[in-house]
C-alpha cells in the first residue's frame, strides 16, 4: 500500500558513515565544519610551490549533450538536463557543497542541500540528492529497488530500520521510500529512489526532527521528474535514449576499433555512449579518464558501428555503457562489456 506522504528511495552506505560519529545530543551549530554549519564553503588555498595536475576526471565528446553531472542551481531552482529533473528548493535552503566528480563505479553527487542563514526552522538538517549509474554499479543489484533491499541488509548493526522500503509516489512518480535512524546520534534518515535512464537517483533527508523531514518530503512534489521514472525500470525512451545494458557486444557491434594506450595506468575506464538510428556512435561520456585515455577510446568508439536499436519497429537513438582500462572488474557477473589494455 503506497506510504501516505507519497514519497521513496534506497540508501548509500557511504554516507550512512559520514554520520556516525555525530553528537547524541542537540547542539548549535558550529561556525566552520560539518554537515549543519553555517558556514559551509570555505576558499582552498594551495601551498606555495605546489602544481595541481588533474588525474582520472569526467569528460564528454562535445558540450551541448547534456551529462548527469551537468545539473545547476539557478533562481533556487535545480534543473538537471540530462534526468530531466527540475526541483523548486524548499524557502530558506540552497546548495552546502559542490559534489565531487563522478566515481569510477558511476556514482554522482547531483546536489547537497542545506539551510541557508535565513531558515527559521530550529532544526537543521541536509538533502543529498546521487544517482547510481547502474551499468557500473559493483554492487549486487539490477535496478533501483534491488539497491534499496541491498542497504537495508547492509546497514550497520547499531541503526535500526523505522519503515522498510515501501512503494509511494512522489510528483506522480513511483518511487521506493525507506526510512532508519542511528539511536545514538538521534539522527534520521529518509531515503527516497526511482529510477531514470539505468540511473537510481537517490534523495536522503537527514535531521533529527522527524517534523522537519515529513515537510521535506512534502515540498518534494514541487519536484518535475519523466514519465518514465520508477524504481524497476526508468530504462529512458521519449525525448530520451533508451537505455539497453551490454549492447555495445555481440552481434549488436557491427564494426570495431580497439583503444591502444600509449601509458599503461591501472584505473577503470567507464564510459557511456549515445548511439544514433543509423548506429553510429552520436555521444560519449567518460565518467573517469585520464586525457590521454579519453583521447585514443574516443578516437577508437569513432570508428564502431552498430546495428540500429529497434522500437516498436522504428529505430530509436540507444544508450549503453563500456568499460576499458585496468580494473574492469564487475561483482554482478553481467555488468558492461569489458576491454583492457
Given amino acids: 500500500m503506497p506510504f501516505r506522504f507519497r514519497c521513496g528511495f534506497p ?134 529497488l534491488e539497491l534499496v533491499n541491498f542497504s537495508k541488509r547492509h546497514l550497520p548493526a547499531d541503526y535500526q530500520v523505522e519503515m522498510p522500503p515501501t512503494p509511494t509516489k512522489i510528483a506522480h512518480r ?23 535512464r539505468c540511473h537510481a537517483v537517490e534523495i536522503v533527508l537527514t535531521s533529527r526532527d522527524t517534523k522537519l523531514l515529513k515537510n521535506l518530503m512534502l515540498d518534494l512534489n514541487e519536484m518535475k521528474l519523466p514519465e518514465g521514472a520508477s524504481p524497476t525500470t526508468g530504462t529512458g525512451g521519449d525525448e530520451f535514449p533508451v537505455c539497453v545494458e551490454n549492447y555495445a557486444e555481440g552481434d549488436n557491434v557491427r564494426a570495431r576499433v580497439d583503444p591502444v594506450f600509449t601509458q599503461h595506468r591501472f584505473n577503470p575506464v567507464p564510459v557511456r555512449i549515445i548511439i544514433d538510428k543509423e548506429g553510429q556512435v552520436k555521444h560519449i561520456h567518460f565518467l573517469s579518464a585520464f586525457p590521454d585515455q579519453a583521447k585514443v577510446v574516443g578516437d577508437a568508439l569513432a570508428q564502431w558501428k552498430f546495428k540500429p536499436y529497434r522500437k516498436d519497429g522504428k529505430p530509436v537513438e540507444v544508450e549503453t555503457g563500456i568499460m576499458f582500462g585496468r580494473g574492469a572488474v564487475g561483482n554482478r557477473g553481467h555488468g558492461a562489456n569489458s576491454a583492457t589494455e
Avoid: C
Fill in 11 to 144: 540508501v548509500s552506505v557511504l554516507f550512512m558513515a559520514v554520520v556516525a560519529a555525530q553528537s547524541a545530543k542537540p547542539q548549535t551549530a558550529p561556525n566552520d565544519g560539518g554537515d549543519f554549519s553555517n558556514h559551509a564553503q570555505h576558499p582552498n588555498k594551495v601551498p606555495t610551490g605546489v602544481i595541481l595536475v588533474r588525474g582520472a576526471w569526467s569528460s564528454a565528446s562535445d558540450t551541448t549533450t547534456p551529462v548527469p553531472e551537468g545539473g545547476t542551481i539557478s533562481n533556487h531552482v535545480l534543473t538537471n538536463q540530462y534526468f530531466g529533473m527540475t526541483y523548486p528548493l524548499p524557502a530558506g535552503w540552497d546548495e552546502t557543497y559542490k559534489g565531487p566528480p563522478p566515481s569510477d563505479s558511476g556514482r554522482y553527487v547531483l546536489a547537497e542541500l542545506g539551510p541557508t542563514d535565513s531558515f527559521k526552522g530550529r532544526a537543521r538538517g541536509t538533502i543529498l540528492i546521487t544517482a547510481q549509474d547502474m551499468f557500473f554499479t559493483p554492487l549486487p543489484a539490477n535496478n533501483a
Fill in 174 to 196: 513511483g518511487f521506493t521510500f525507506f526510512v532508519y535512524w542511528s539511536p545514538l546520534a538521534e539522527l534520521h534518515w529518509y531515503v527516497l529512489t526511482t529510477e531514470i
